[in-house]
């Protein structure tokens, strides 16, 4: 089961549970693996490359609602093309979300005197697993993908397609998104929204973990923080994750926050 299915209508999509966030509407990893995925899933017919980078702004909250998109070309042709893929809820006027998608034509460059790092040996599975519950206590994205972490580093592996023919970029977005938790250095005493996600790839990620040596930097008196790190697969890293984040105080007798993923 993906974690959104095509509605009747090219470009609307329904979300399922699991592409619920902690409290109300969608997780923003999940919105913005949809807007990358369904750029992805359109590359290879359109001649675009690989997606190396993808940015979102996450501009309203996402409700658990039929959506909709738009796909804007920006730049297509040679070595690079850029896309921009808006989301709105189905009859709204005001847009949820967008992303601006890079792609790049791959060439086979060998540059003198550089050689690759060898490739690490690295096993998830020897950490424990960790479970997650949404403040809610129904189904969310953290149920999509399994989490583990040791050594420094938080693993993710999605168990779901976020669409049927998504790539690889779209899968590591959710992943990235809970960088700024990871690392978070207060508990259950601020929300930490981030309005923007930022993954950039210098290469494909293999097999389905993706793991992240994540770093907070939080100003508490202006209310600010940034979240960011290194992304890993199997073999060592892959590319660099970042976002700001917005320190909110907890209202009185809000709920508690979904718990960090210490590392």
Not at 30 to 55: H, K, M, P, Y
Not at 104 to 129: K, L
């Amino acid at each position: 089961m993906a974690i959104f299915e095509p509605a009747n209508v090219p470009h609307h999509w329904r979300p399922s549970a699991l592409a619920a966030g902690p409290f109300a509407g969608l997780q923003g990893g999940a919105v913005a693996g949809l807007l990358t995925a369904e750029i992805e899933a359109l590359a290879d017919q359109r001649s675009w490359g690989t997606a190396i980078a993808s940015s979102a702004w996450f501009l309203r909250p996402t409700p658990m609602a039929d959506l909709r998109t738009q796909m804007t070309v920006l730049a297509e042709g040679g070595r690079v093309s850029v896309i921009d893929n808006t989301l709105w809820a189905s009859g709204e006027t005001q847009p949820c979300a967008t992303v601006r998608v890079t792609l790049s034509r791959e060439r086979a460059v060998e540059i003198p005197g550089f050689a690759e790092t060898a490739p690490a040996t690295i096993d998830p599975t020897r950490f424990p697993p960790r479970t997650i519950k949404a403040a809610h206590g129904q189904p969310w994205f953290m149920d999509a993908m399994e989490a583990r972490a040791g050594d420094g580093i938080a693993w993710f592996r999605l168990d779901h397609a976020i669409i049927e023919g998504a790539g690889p970029l779209s899968s590591v977005l959710g992943p990235a998104d809970w960088t700024h938790g990871i690392a978070r250095p207060f508990q259950n005493v601020v929300a930490d929204p981030n309005p923007n996600l930022t993954v950039q790839l210098f290469r494909k990620p293999q097999g389905g973990w993706v793991g992240i040596g994540a770093q907070t930097r939080w100003r508490p008196a202006g209310g600010l923080g940034t979240g960011g790190g290194v992304l890993f697969d199997l073999q060592g890293e892959i590319g660099r994750v970042s976002m700001s984040v917005v320190l909110m105080p907890f209202p009185k007798a809000a709920p508690a926050k979904a718990a960090a993923m210490p590392i």
